[in-house]
């Protein structure tokens, strides 16, 4: 059997002042699947993906991405990992602003080495509906459009896990709908895995399973019993 895209084990996370926003979470994701994770604000949603991502450091616990534990690895080591193997939607765009388009999308790819990156990061920019636009800065673009670059960067290396927070939080709905259709459909054409975080229902319903996450741990939407339980 494959090993999953996500495996996190025994997962244990409290802030500095004691609160447990992590409480022995136990759970693997297997390639190909997109999810959304809901819950209250404060809840840990965003330090769920941080953790994933090797930007912040669990308590205790492992994370395995595509087979290699993330807590054995050196700092080095995690951030060739992540370049490799993780792409990052924020909610904040993160686009840089003297770049232009065409050199914010490439990025990721230049920092693996790929040759060709600005003809792949044109490909992408014309994938998610901005082609033609590569030339252009990040000033020209309207919050919609700079989503859609955002997620051509993290994709265009082809990365086996996909973190998104908040993707569509600052974005009409009519815009956040395309936006999720953009990210859902390189999500199954490159058969990746997918982890979503979001306040919004209606963004929550496109992926193909709902999260819940209260209590410390990750619940079936709709549902008290912890279907991804911590382990006692």
């Known amino acids: 059997m494959p090993a999953p895209a996500l495996d996190c084990r025994r997962l244990c996370k409290a802030y500095a ?8 979470l136990d759970f693997a994701l297997p390639k190909g699947e997109f999810v959304a994770v809901m819950g209250d604000s404060g809840v840990g949603k965003s330090t ?10 669990a308590d205790s616990g492992a994370i395995l991405i595509d087979g290699t534990d993330m807590s054995t690895l050196d700092d080095d080591a995690a951030t060739r990992l992540r370049r490799q193997k993780l792409g990052f939607v924020f909610q904040a765009f993160h686009v840089l602003p003297h770049l232009t388009l065409v050199q914010n999308v490439a990025l990721p790819l230049l920092l693996n080495g790929v040759q060709g990156a600005p003809a792949h990061a044109d490909d992408m920019l014309q ?11 990040p000033r020209q673009l309207s919050g919609g459009e700079l989503q859609r670059v955002a997620i051509a960067r993290a994709l265009v290396h082809r990365p086996a896990l996909i973190l998104a927070d908040e993707p569509t939080g600052n974005l009409d709905p009519e815009t956040a709908d395309g936006i999720l259709n953009v990210l859902r459909a390189q999500i199954k054409a490159n058969g990746a895995t997918a982890i979503m975080v979001t306040h ?13 996450l209260k209590d410390g741990g990750l619940h079936a939407s709709g549902s008290d019993d912890a279907v991804i339980r911590t382990r006692r």
């Open 200 to 212: 919004s229902h209606a963004a929550a319903a496109r992926a193909d399973r709902i999260f819940i």
């Open 127 to 137: 994938t998610v509906g901005l082609g033609g636009r590569g030339q252009d800065f």
């Open 48 to 57: 769920l993906l941080n953790l994933i991502a090797g930007l912040d450091r």
């Open 17 to 24: 002042q004691g609160r447990v926003v992590l409480d022995r």
